[in-house]
């Protein structure tokens, strides 16, 4: 079983829509959570931090439930821009665990 | 946020050649820095620990004699590919912490390896 499990996709949405992507993890140790954003070809950036109490940064919010050892991020009002892939990050042990990623495709 | 830097951005050598890889923390002091491997399609694999003087820690099924990493200073660390075959062809990306104790981590633009 992966550490980081996640739907690859990818997902087709039009502009405006609002998306959800999940994550499971394995390691029920594992303290730190993330989201990060990839464009193709390029390194992954931080997009966000993930909370047990749930956070929001604008269109994004991000919510852990570790009872479930579940992870999501919830984009609204969805931007052309937005087209990428999101990596859900767990770290652990001062190690960061990166999923496979799921792929987002906004259209017009 | 902090800058990381790698050189070069892309590079193709012939098999059974050697490559050498940078990563620098232009603005901060990184005693820990990371290497990750990507293959397309894939998540980011973690390669190796590299704390600064001292050795790397590599991951279960990374050839530490073949991938071999320095970090001599607070803000360079290398990777040297050795004996390199098509199969190291990958896109290789390094990241660097902070001296505090912290999961963020700071990454570098990457580097595409060809190897033909």
């Known amino acids: 079983r992966k550490e980081v499990e996640q739907d690859p996709g990818p997902f087709n949405v039009p502009e405006g829509a609002t998306v959800a992507f999940n994550c499971t993890y394995s390691?029920?140790?594992?303290?730190?959570f993330f989201w990060y954003r990839q464009d193709c070809r390029k390194e992954p950036k931080l997009l966000m931090s993930?909370?047990?109490s749930g956070n929001e940064d604008g269109r994004f919010t991000a919510q852990l439930n570790r009872a479930s050892q579940y992870i999501s991020l919830l984009i609204r009002d969805s931007k052309l821009s937005d087209s990428a892939t999101y990596l859900c990050v767990v770290g652990s042990f001062q190690k960061l665990v990166f999923g496979t990623g799921t792929r987002l495709l906004v259209s017009p | 946020g902090a800058v990381v830097s790698q050189h070069p951005s892309r590079v193709i050598c012939k098999s059974g050649t050697s490559v050498k890889i940078e990563c620098r923390s232009l603005d901060f002091q990184a005693t820990t820095m990371f290497w990750y491997r990507q293959f397309p399609k894939k998540s980011l694999m973690l390669m190796a620990t590299?704390?600064?003087?001292?050795?790397?820690?590599?991951e279960q099924g990374v050839e530490k004699d073949k991938f071999l990493i320095n970090h001599a200073s607070l803000t360079l660390s290398t990777l040297t590919v050795t004996s390199a075959h098509p199969e190291d062809s990958s896109f290789y990306i390094c990241s660097a912490r902070h001296r505090d104790p912290s999961y963020e981590q700071y990454f570098g633009p990457g580097t595409r390896l060809t190897v033909t």
């Open positions: 590299s704390n600064e003087g001292s050795k790397a820690t590599y």
């Open positions: 993930v909370y047990s």
């Open positions: 390691n029920s140790a594992s303290q730190s």
